[in-house]
């Protein structure tokens, strides 16, 4: 469905100086808010902190014990194809998205034998829920016929942000158990689909849960099939979208924290910058893209007293962090059997969530595989409880692995990475009203990221994009220049008729 821009002069032209725009943040809706701005003229300048770019999405070198120079990154990403802003983004460098390539399948696994797959469900909905439930082990005809119909007619029709307003209230378990959604489909299907957003089903709002269930299976023909990226993320991702962007004229800094901002002499902010070889330094900007993650534009904001007002301080404060998760890379001495897919997500096996063997779809993994006539794994754990350090949670995760793909308790571990991180948002119950949108109470500051309120049916890395180009047309609009269009899965559900029919809260 296409969101058509707001109208405007061409380009920023037109004003007496040329706007200077900084953008905190080169995760995607910094370099999202960067290609919108850059496109109509303004002068980018865009901060990152770490030496990549892609944020959560970025990839570093890592030299490994036999001397091999393998990227490590901050886990296996799924580009679903209904990820339309972000796949507009990454087109501008990669026309083809040679970037990405298909997986054909990801079968969901519980550790009490079902399991589920996605290969050749037709796309059209509601078709695709048909077959998936014609063929599911965990989901049955008599279970449909058990469904709390009415109660469960929200999945049907969704709409931002109406759906909120109903059931931001709920959490997902109980609105699971409140449409007698059968034990096992919620184990497996929805279970790995809540964790998959860093929280378990009690924790994650049930408008969250309806959301992306629209999103993902309901609400798009594109269906639950994704892409990955073809090799390492800098490689397929980045290094081209960098090109496209300076070709843009935007000036890229990364290693360059911002420490704080303020008032500007000569422009709207001074940004105070630090770089660890060449110390601090001031820059004076027009307008400001916050396209942090929650825990740095916390810092943020501490270290800047004056930006915004305290009400809306107060509403960054109030949002929450998901748990840790864990995503450990391991490289193996032997292969894994070769009939293991690309991607498996796993239910009933402890901390475990998913494995993925990427030689089976990254090219510098398979050339590694084939050399030492091995495999490398992924392993990833959402939502731990409590503070869990690598040293506890590693063997726990291994044994597992092992309960999973029993070959590979045979393998010696040639060497291994672990990333333990807690920087994904929450989206408990109750927090849709007071989640900050794009627009500030400064007309010259705008906020993006994914955990931002987007009144649109997106999320994750699609919600990070979308926000990027929300942000830039929001102060593209306070220049009287044309903004740019978005695109979304219908935001209405496609059977918006069922709506009469449903229980009001
Ligand atoms: C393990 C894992 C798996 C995931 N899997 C999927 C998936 O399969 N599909 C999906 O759609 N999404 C997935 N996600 C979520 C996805 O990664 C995020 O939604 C998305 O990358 C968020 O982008 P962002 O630009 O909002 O934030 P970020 O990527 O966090 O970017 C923020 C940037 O700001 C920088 N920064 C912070 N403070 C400062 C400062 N003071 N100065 C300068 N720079 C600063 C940070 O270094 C960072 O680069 C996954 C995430 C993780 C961690």
Known sequence: MLHPARGGRPDVGHLPHRPRVAIIGGGIAGLSAAACLAERGADVRLLEREHYLGGRVGGWQTELVDGHLATMNRGFHAFFRQYYNLRNLLRRAD????????????????????????????????????????????????????????????????????????????????????????????????????????????????????????????????????????????????????????????????????????????????????????????????????????????????????????AWRRRIAGLRSAPPFLVSRLWLDRPVRHERPGFLGTSGYGPLDNVSVLERYERSASEWARRRAGSVIELHSYALAGSPTVDELRPRVLAELHRVYPETARATIVDERHELRADCPLFPPDGFRERPGVATPDANLVLAGDFVRVDLPVALMERAATAGMCAANELLAGWDTRGHALWSVPDQGRFAALRKLEPTR
């Open 95 to 310: 026309p083809e998205l040679a970037g990405l390539v298909g997986m054909s399948d990801y079968p969901l696994v519980h550790s009490a034998g079902y399991r589920d797959t996605f290969a050749g469900l037709p796309r059209t909905p509601p078709l695709n829920a048909l077959a998936f439930v014609a063929r599911s082990p965990t989901f049955t005809w008599r279970d449909v016929t058990r469904l709390r119909t009415r109660a469960a007619l929200p999945l049907a029709h969704v709409s931002v942000p109406g759906t909120y307003e109903q059931l931001d209230h709920l959490d997902a378990a109980s609105f699971l158990d409140r449409i007698g959604f059968p034990k096992a489909a919620q184990h497996l299907a929805f279970e790995v689909f809540s964790r998959s957003f860093f929280a378990d089903p009690g924790e994650l709002s049930a408008a969250e849960l309806v959301t992306m269930f629209h999103i993902y299976f309901l609400g798009s023909n594109e269906g639950l099939l994704f892409d990955v990226a073809a090799d390492c993320f800098p490689r397929s991702l980045w290094h081209p979208l960098q090109c496209y962007l300076h070709r843009q004229g935007v000036h890229i800094h990364t290693g360059t924290t911002v420490e704080s901002m303020g008032p500007g002499r000569h422009r709207r902010f001074s940004v105070q910058l630090a770089h660890p070889q060449s110390g601090r330094e001031a820059l004076d900007v027009d307008a400001a893209v916050l396209a942090t993650d929650l825990a740095g534009l916390r810092t943020l904001l501490q270290n800047s007293p004056q930006l915004g007002d305290s």
